[in-house]
Nanobody, 115 residues
Framework: QVQLVESGGGLVQAGGSLRLSCAAS????????LGWYRQAPGKQRELVAA???????NYADSVKGRFTISRDNAKNTVYLQVNSLKPEDTAVYYC?????????WGKGTLVTVSS
């Protein structure tokens, strides 16, 4: 069983930065694809960024150049550095781990960006 715990969310002014972290329990972290998703009020959950076991990354167009996903397999942790935040980035950010076709989710961390 895999458990994911996000941290690092909070209230920040537009233009500010945060570093989100997601710590995973369980084994075989290094072979998993990891992702960050977000869900704003009244909207569907969307992919923000993902990183494969081979460290290939992809980003939503709306965050390219502002967000950076990274992973530390020794710590079983995935990070999302979020810079130049905009009010439209306000959402609950969820960590996702995909391994052997099975998805695991954290409970989310709230990011609120004030204008």
């Amino acid at each position: 069983q895999v458990q994911l715990v996000e941290s690092g969310g909070g209230l920040v002014q537009a233009g500010g930065s945060l570093r989100l972290s997601c710590a995973a329990s369980g084994s075989l972290f290094s072979i998993a694809t990891l992702g960050w998703y977000r869900q704003a009020p009244g909207k569907q959950r969307e992919l923000v960024a993902a990183i494969t076991a081979g460290y290939t990354t992809n980003y939503a167009d709306s965050v390219k150049g502002r967000f950076t996903i990274s992973r530390d397999n020794a710590k079983n942790t995935v990070y999302l550095q979020v810079n130049s935040l905009k009010p439209e980035d306000t959402a609950v950010y969820y960590c996702n781990l995909r391994r052997f076709g099975v998805d695991y989710w954290g409970k989310g961390t709230l990011v609120t960006v004030s204008s």
